[in-house]
Structures are given as C-alpha cells and as structure tokens.
C-alpha cells in the first residue's frame, strides 16, 4: 500500500512567497517599500519586485504614486469582506436550517454562486436512515440546482448567459439542456419564488430552492431542501417543503436586513 504523500511535498514556493508578502501587511505600516519587504520575507529585491507587480496587476497590492512604497488593494479588502459575509451568511442561517429540517425531517443545504458554479457551504442533516449524501463544498452546475436556479432566475438573461457553460450537459434525463426551455423555467422561478431541481442533477432526488437577499436587496445566495423522491409525495412537496423552505428563506433574509433594505428603496 502507497504511502500518501504530506501536502506539504505539494507547495508551490511562489505562491507561498505571494501569500506571505501579503501578510507582511498586517503589522503596524500600512505601507511598505522594496526593500523593507525583501528584508522581512528575506527574499532578493528582483524577487519582491516581480512578486509586487504580479499582486499589483491582479488588485491585491496597489503603488502609492508619491511614496512608491506598497500597501494592500482593493482586491484584498473584498476577499476579506467576503469571508465576514460567508461567516455572517452561515451564522445566521444555521438556527433557522435546524428548525426547518426538524419540520419536514429533510437535509437543508446553504449555498452560493462562485464563478460559474454553485457551492454548498453548510448543510443540517435529517436524521434519516436513507438522506441525501452532502455536497458541502462541491461545486455544482448552477442551471441543475434548484440553489443555483433560484438564484439566476431574477437576473437579467445577459448575466445569466455569462454565468452558463456554452454546452448545457446531460446529468440526468430530467436536465434542462435546451438554453430556450431553461429560460421559460427561470421565469417560471421568478414568479413564483422558488426553484426546484426534479431529478435534473441526481436521480432519486429531489430539490426544493429559495433564494437569500441581504439589506442591499440583492441576491447573495439560496437554501434548499434535498429529499428522496421516494419519501417526497406531490402533497408533501406543495403543503410542506415548498412553503416552509419559502419562509425560511424570507426569515434568513429578514435577519440579514432585507426588509430595512427593502423599505429604505421604497
């Protein structure tokens, strides 16, 4: 038997050396020059240079014109910002998943769109002897997800074309492959709130989605209900997991500000 090799045989020496001149940021000096941080890393100017300019082009570090020193950009900011939100996102969505999965005594899922791809962040288990299998940190096809449909459905269908694959693949043969049937479907989602995946990524089961809006009014993610569609009537689906993933998602999004976003608009 093959002895797995440590992760540390897989480190790429440039890109430690990219992340740990950026972390030469976190002291005191907001700003930093060449040769302040080719002494700190230990790493020839030439090297930091080229390191700077690479971080630079990309967003993540940004040149004072008058000081010509360094300091952190605007990209970088946003990575951070992003991680409070995801932190902020998963906090808050965590109680309210619980209640609902004790309700319907189904797996709910919290997930985002990254790229062009959807990601599940967190999932509350039922407990179920047969469940769906976890997909927390996955990434999904956005157009077979009731979390990505219920995402893309309310916008506009230029955005919505950048974020699809230029082929629309077969998972199941429930998927939407056709670009014009998945648009009406997206319509359909937008006007009544919710999404559902019928078997179009995984046979046997079955997805119900909502989406998620902070106080910005915007769509910043989505929950969903993952089922067998062996213990998921038509009745169960419409008087039960439909309307209870619907409030869910409204009660997350009202903790997230929605409403005082929602009223400060008006």
Do not use: W
């Not at 909502?210 to 169960?236: F, M, N, Q, W």
């Amino acid at each position: 038997m093959k002895n797995k090799r440590d992760k540390t045989d897989y480190i790429i020496k440039t890109v430690l050396n990219s992340l740990e001149l950026l972390e030469a940021f976190k002291g005191e000096k907001p700003e930093l020059g060449v040769s302040e941080l080719s002494k700190i890393l230990n790493l020839h100017k030439n090297k930091i240079f080229r390191l700077l300019a690479t971080l630079e082009y990309v967003g993540y570090v940004e040149q004072d014109p008058f000081t010509e020193n360094y300091r952190l950009g605007l990209k970088s900011l946003e990575l951070g910002q992003s991680f409070i939100h995801h932190l902020r996102l998963l906090s808050i969505a965590k109680p309210v998943l619980s209640e609902l999965v004790g309700k319907i005594k189904e797996s709910a899922y919290v997930g985002v769109i990254r790229g062009k791809s959807v990601i599940y962040l967190d999932i509350v288990e039922a407990e179920q002897v047969l469940k769906v299998a976890s997909r927390v940190g996955n990434m999904l096809p956005i157009y077979a997800t009731a979390i990505g449909k219920s995402q893309i459905a309310f916008e506009p269908k230029d955005s919505v074309e950048r974020l699809l694959p230029d082929k629309l693949n077969s998972f199941t043969k429930n998927t939407i492959t056709d670009r014009e049937n998945l648009f009406k479907e997206l319509e359909k989602i937008k006007k009544q709130g919710y999404a559902i995946d019928n078997e179009e990524l995984d046979e046997g089961i079955i997805c119900v989605g909502a989406p998620l809006r902070d106080y910005t009014t915007h769509i910043i993610g989505a929950i969903s209900v993952s089922a067998p569609i062996i213990r998921t009537s038509p009745e169960k689906l419409k008087n039960l997991i439909i309307p209870l993933t619907i409030k869910a998602s409204s009660a997350i999004s009202g903790k997230l500000g929605y409403e005082i976003g929602k009223k400060y608009l008006l």
